[in-house]
């Protein structure tokens, strides 16, 4: 199981310790660091920086948005920053929600997620691949476009810029049943929000088709602690904020997630809780044990013991979600 940084997307500002726990966590080996965007800091930016003052360790974004640009735009950005980092580029990609897409970017979140995300996929690939003019009479995407408030005078173009790699790794975050398991056949590889070492059984089915080389790469909140119930404590603020206030009541991807998971009342309680402007009680109602499952925290002997759950299941790169060089140091000598 390989290792990765994820340093998320910016609050109030920039963080300057970004940039250490870059060049440290690619000096301890680690393979990959993340960057992400949610109404504030993009994704690509921050990684270009990293990407000039390191020279091994991969860049992903986990994710990128797609509603914030069109898939030849999103394709532009991959494939430049692949040629300025030398191939090191993994482009993460993610739907988000309607809250995001609508209240943020407005445009209309899909009535079919599914197409949506295929035919931005589509798209991405034949930049990529560069055998051709990109085009796509799609449901949600149509190269050149062909709208009746257009000219009419669109041209399917083929990329000026010779991609670097036309296999570049293209990865989905994705939470529905439906959408991992589409996921396993239109990209290669898989960015799980909250991933369970003792509940793999909730994403087998959807991961019966994975081919071979497939990757799954789950984030995890890390810190090396003597208190468990304190270290605890930024996991259930984060499970609070995105389960109580990252979507509808009515559609809340991260809150059904957490249903399936075993947690379906917990999580409608939280939602409840967060509507009413209850946000301490919410993050304080996150049950313990979630918290605990989807994270590794505590003392270095309790994270080694845990750390081989992951190690046993089918993920292929955990991304440690930590604020400090400490764990970065410690989770890089368990790893062996």
Same mark, same amino acid.
């Given at each position: ?15 300057? /310790?970004? %940039?250490?726990?870059?060049?440290? @966590? +690619? ?7 993340? $960057?992400?965007? *949610?109404? #504030? ?124 790699? /036309?296999? %570049?790794?293209?990865?989905?975050? @994705? +939470? ?7 996921? $396993?056949?239109? *990209?290669? #590889? ?147």
């Amino acid at each position: 199981m390989r290792l990765g940084l994820a340093l998320g997307y910016w609050g109030r500002g920039p963080n300057p /310790a970004h %940039l250490e726990l870059a060049r440290e @966590a +690619e000096r301890l080996g680690y393979h990959s660091v993340w $960057t992400a965007e *949610a109404w #504030g800091s993009d994704a690509f930016t921050p990684l270009t920086w990293i990407a000039a003052h390191t020279s091994r360790i991969r860049l992903g974004t986990a994710v990128a948005q797609m509603a914030a640009r069109t898939p030849t735009a999103t394709a532009m950005h991959a494939l430049t920053l692949d040629h300025l980092s030398g191939g090191r580029m993994l482009l993460g990609l993610g739907l988000s929600g309607p809250q995001v897409v609508e209240g943020w970017y407005g445009r209309p979140f899909p009535k079919s997620p599914l197409t949506a995300t295929r035919e931005y996929v589509d798209i991405i690939r034949q930049v990529l691949r560069r055998e051709g003019p990109v085009a796509l009479d799609g449901r949600f995407q149509a190269l050149p476009y062909a709208g009746d408030d257009g000219t009419g005078l669109g041209k399917a173009l083929k990329p000026i810029t010779h991609p670097l790699r /036309a296999d %570049l790794p293209v990865l989905l975050g @994705a +939470e529905g049943p439906k959408n991992i398991a589409q996921t $396993t056949r239109i *990209a290669d #590889g898989w960015l799980p929000l909250y991933w369970s070492p003792t509940r793999t059984d909730v994403y087998q089915a959807s991961l019966d088709e994975a081919p071979p080389g497939f990757v799954i790469a789950p984030m995890a909140r890390v810190t090396v602690c003597d208190d468990v119930a304190e270290g605890l404590l930024p996991v259930k603020a984060m499970l609070g904020f995105y389960i109580g206030g990252m979507g509808h009541a009515a559609r809340n991807f991260h809150a059904d997630l957490m249903a399936r998971m075993g947690y379906e009342a917990e999580a409608r309680h939280i939602q409840r809780l967060f509507a009413e402007g209850r946000r301490e009680e919410a993050v304080l109602a996150v049950p313990d044990a979630f918290a605990d499952e989807i994270s590794l925290v505590g003392p270095r002997e309790r994270i080694a013991e845990r750390l081989e759950l992951w190690r046993k299941g089918p993920v292929t790169d955990l991304l440690l979600m930590s604020p400090d060089l400490r764990t970065l140091r410690v989770l890089a000598e368990l790893n062996g």
